[in-house]
């Protein structure tokens, strides 16, 4: 079955960087788009960023220019570098495809 499993959040001060991880399976990895979401407490799922299969890629404007998406078709994963943290990138952040969502991954930026 089709399984995305998230990891490297954490507790990070303003300033820092995570770098973010989904393994991915159960499909055939290199032929489905992947995408990053995020939740934060009390509003609404939103998108971060994707990264077609053409390499074409997509960033919200509040990461724009601090986040980077990548992934590893050799590795079934996909990454998402997040440098520059704010208090505001504070949420749980998911990987999507195929129909499917990891569990989540918490961030905290805080001091």
């Known amino acids: 079955q089709v399984q995305l499993v998230e990891s490297g959040g954490g507790l990070v001060q303003p300033g820092g960087s995570l770098r973010l991880s989904c393994r991915a399976s159960?499909?055939?990895?290199?032929?489905?788009?992947m995408h990053w979401y995020r939740q934060a407490p009390g509003k609404e799922r939103e998108l971060v960023a994707y990264?077609?299969?053409?390499?074409?890629?997509y960033y919200a404007d509040s990461v724009k220019g601090r986040f980077t998406i990548s992934r590893d078709n050799a590795k079934n994963t996909v990454y998402l570098q997040m440098n520059s943290l704010k208090a505001e990138d504070t949420a749980v952040y998911y990987c999507t495809s195929h129909g499917s969502w990891g569990q989540g991954t918490q961030v905290t930026v805080s001091s």
């Open positions: 159960g499909f055939t990895f290199s032929s489905y788009d």
């Open positions: 990264r077609l299969t053409s390499g074409i890629t």
